[in-house]
Nanobody, 124 residues
Framework: VQLQASGGGLVQAGGSLRLSCAAS????????MGWFRQPPGKEREFVAA????????TYADTVKGRFTISRDSAKNMVYLQMDSLKPEDTAVYYC??????????????????WGQGTLVTVSS
């Protein structure tokens, strides 16, 4: 699986952005997909994940109620809609794929495939 993240940029606090992740690979539909982020000077952290069916999702407490993960399996795309952005959401955001497809995972080491990252900057 190859992943390509896009959609980052500069936005004011309270604004919105939608990140996209294009996936290639014949078995994409069976993978769980996740979004992670790495703030400046900090470790990579979990943001959200969805099962292949997109009906089961999970979120980090810091983004719950503000971010929404979704996927379009027909288009091999995963999205992260980010609303009510805060300066502390500033980070490089990565999409990732977990080929186990079993339970949703929240540790970066549990994902086998990664996109290149897209920078989100939220100004105050």
């Amino acid at each position: 699986v190859q992943l390509q993240a896009s959609g980052g940029g500069l936005v004011q606090a309270g604004g919105s952005l939608r990140l996209s992740c294009a996936a290639s690979g014949r078995t994409f539909n069976q993978y769980n997909m996740g979004w992670f982020r790495q703030p400046p000077g900090k470790e990579r952290e979990f943001v959200a994940a969805t099962k292949w069916s997109a009906r089961i999702t999970t979120y980090a407490d810091t983004v719950k109620g503000r971010f929404t993960i979704s996927r379009d399996s027909a288009k091999n795309m995963v999205y992260l809609q980010m609303d009510s952005l805060k300066p502390e959401d500033t980070a490089v955001y990565y999409c990732a794929a977990d080929e186990s497809g079993i339970r949703l995972r929240m540790r970066p080491t549990e994902y086998e495939y990664w996109g290149q990252g897209t920078l989100v900057t939220v100004s105050s």
